[in-house]
């Protein structure tokens, strides 16, 4: 059974560019959480996702970030305009539909770096 | 006040030694309660959860106390491959909060030979 997967694991873009990060959940997990940890930081929460619903963004920038989660295929972070700041790693975690505990399991991440 | 506070650390220890790790949490309503770890660069793995009743998965013992919103972690017989960082999380669900994890900053332990 494949862990969650994510790509690019590392990805370059020019200030200005868009990036694209893609999450796999593990299989029969349909929900979706990504987080960003900042140089030397702690990892914040930016958004859980289930099935093409967006559940909870309240950790999302309000500008240049979207996610979605798509019935087909990956969940998408996508960073509009990058900036030197959006340089960190990325996160993507998944879980099981539960009503107990929610154990999520986390992708090695893709680490982006701004130029 | 952060929502998850943890020793700052870093700890350092000799192979063999008993090490404990604590943590507070600001918000009453949260409900699930975790502990990852995490090597230099790469994701966060889940440890244990954390149960009011305590719990233990062979050298780690970790303990929920709900009234002073503490928890903790500790390691026996320390082993090189312990050298990690050490994540306090918090969960709240329901509401708008549900399956947000809120992470601390995190201890670094080294176990030397």
């Known amino acids: 059974n494949a862990g969650v997967m994510q790509n690019p694991r590392h990805l370059v873009r020019r200030r200005g560019q868009e990036a694209r990060l893609r999450c796999s959940p593990m299989?029969?997990?349909?929900?979706v959480y990504w987080y960003r940890q900042l140089p030397e930081e702690g990892l914040k929460f930016m958004v859980y996702?289930?099935?093409?619903?967006?559940?909870?963004e309240s950790g999302m920038p309000k500008e240049r970030f979207s996610a979605e989660f798509p019935k087909e295929g990956p969940s998408i972070l996508r960073i509009q305009q990058v900036v030197r700041g959006d340089s960190a790693a990325y996160f993507c975690a998944s879980s099981p539909p539960s009503d107990y505990q929610y154990e999520q399991y986390f992708g090695p991440g893709t680490r982006l770096t701004v130029t | 006040r952060k929502e998850v506070e943890q020793d700052p650390g870093p700890f350092n220890v000799p192979e063999g030694a008993t090490v404990a790790f604590n943590c507070t949490y600001s918000?009453?309503?949260?409900?699930?309660f975790f502990w990852y770890r995490q090597d230099c660069r790469k994701e966060p793995k889940l440890l244990m959860s954390?149960?009011?009743s305590g719990n233990e998965d062979g050298r780690f013992t970790a303990q929920l106390n709900r009234a002073s919103q503490y928890i903790s972690l500790l390691i026996r017989d320390s082993k090189l491959s312990d050298s990690a960082t050490y994540l306090c999380v918090v969960e709240k669900a329901g509401g708008t909060s549900y399956g947000k994890l809120t992470f601390g900053q995190g201890t670094i332990l080294t176990v030397h030979p």
């Open positions: 299989k029969g997990h349909s929900h």
């Open positions: 954390v149960y009011s």
């Open positions: 918000n009453s309503a949260s409900q699930s």
């Open positions: 996702l289930q099935k093409e619903n967006i559940i909870d």
